[in-house]
């Protein structure tokens, strides 16, 4: 496992790295908050349960590809994120990038409390994520 920090103005983000997969580094970032400080994880490239893992949780597939709505189904998460744009591939965040955009919003939105993206994800206006582009699913959960 290795941890990698950067610091962009005022936001300090972190990327963990495991042998294993991303929801098993969410749950080891879960179970040492001291250590990892994560406020939000973002699914973008595969994996099968998020059982167990509390934080803000987005996940986004394509075509032959994603965090899957059975991970998305498997998520405890208050604040949880399903999205699939029309057409998406199983390399979308690089070839397409149609949720990248959202991507930005819903990290803005719990890692920088940046409260102008939050609608963009939970909110109901035309340029809301389940809304601004033709998409194959999309699912919204908040308390």
Partial sequence: MSLTMRTSS????SF???TRSASD????????????????VLF?????SA???????MFTTGRGGGAGSDMFG?????????????????MEPIQGG???GFDGHFLACHVAGLQS????????????ICKAQPMDACQVVQP
């Fill in 74 to 90: 498997s998520s405890p998460a208050e604040y949880k994120v399903f999205a699939a744009a029309k057409g998406a591939g199983h």
């Fill in 16 to 18: 963990l790295d495991t």
């Fill in 25 to 40: 580094a969410a749950r080891k970032a879960q179970a040492q908050p001291d250590v990892y400080n994560v406020k939000a």
């Fill in 98 to 100: 149609r949720l990248n």
């Fill in 10 to 13: 005022s936001v300090r983000y």
């Fill in 44 to 48: 973008s490239h595969g994996g099968h």
């Fill in 51 to 57: 059982s167990g893992i509390n934080f803000p949780s």
């Fill in 117 to 128: 993206s939050c609608p963009k994800i939970y909110g109901n206006g035309d340029d809301s």
